[in-house]
């Protein structure tokens, strides 16, 4: 079931001129610089998945280049690359395809961007060794300009700084259940809202194989697992359809 829409309605997630929403991705333009931020990306999940015992179709990787390929083509290179936590996926380890995939995706990234900076997630406690092969920053949370970006999980008393207007966030992984009334089918999509005088921002994983947590079924942030209690119901949803974003109004309004 695809995403119907009328081009003459303005239903694309609103843009401003310092903000562009492209696919799972953000590319935020302030003064000269361009931001490109993604969300949680979880390399290595299907070698986690498979010392379990659970058997999934290999090629997560591939499919995430191919996406990245088709972002950058529209967008081109940018100053600055984002990375909002859980780079990798396994807690106490770092598996074999965790170093592999992490790598080559540095590598691939790095000859789009003058610099990475990886968001610290609750799945990156061992992520120095592999940001530090390739020279990579990791931080518990950035600041550029009014912006904030976090993980999701944790909260910090530097984003309260009045100069900070709009906190970025992944974590939440949201998605969100459309009916055409006969099919029902789960979409990413991004969460975009206000808390105590500052803008929302939550981002889809970039993450493909799971779509996410369906943002009908929860009330606030902490349903998420985000660190904050975000009334969900006034936030806006901005479902992803291929390299767009739709806009699909307060979330309040689809349930």
């Known amino acids: 079931m695809g995403i119907e829409y009328n081009e003459n309605k303005v239903l694309k997630y609103p843009n401003t001129h310092m903000l562009e929403y492209i696919g799972k991705t953000l590319l935020i333009e302030e003064g000269k610089m361009r931001t490109l931020v993604i969300g949680d990306l979880h390399l290595g999940y299907e070698e986690s998945m498979r010392k379990n015992g659970v058997l999934i179709p290999a090629g997560m990787y ?22 909002l936590g859980d780079l990798k996926h396994s807690f106490g380890e770092i598996s074999g395809e ?47 300009g009014e912006y904030a970006f976090v993980h999701g999980d944790r909260d910090f008393e530097e984003v309260y700084d009045k100069k900070i207007k709009t906190w970025v966030m992944g974590h939440a992984h949201p998605a969100i259940v459309i009916s055409d009334g006969t ?30 947590t369906n943002v009908n079924d929860v009330d606030d942030g902490k349903e998420l697992g985000l660190a904050w209690d975000f009334d969900l119901s006034k936030f806006k949803v901005g479902i992803v359809n291929d390299l767009e974003v739709l806009d699909f109004g307060e979330l309040e309004k689809i349930k």
């Open 62 to 83: 591939v499919e995430m280049r191919k996406e990245f390929d088709l972002i950058f083509a529209r967008i081109g290179n940018v100053d600055k690359i984002v990375i």
């Open 98 to 144: 965790e170093w592999r995939e992490s790598l080559g995706l540095f590598d691939y990234l790095l000859g789009k961007c003058e610099e990475i900076v990886v968001v610290k997630g609750n799945h990156d406690a061992i992520i120095g060794p592999i940001a530090g092969k390739r020279g990579i920053k990791v931080v518990d949370y950035l600041i550029i």
């Open 183 to 212: 099919k029902k089918e789960k979409y990413k999509c991004f969460l975009y809202g206000e808390y105590r005088g500052k803008k929302i921002i939550v981002l889809p994983s970039f993450f493909p194989l799971i779509e996410g």
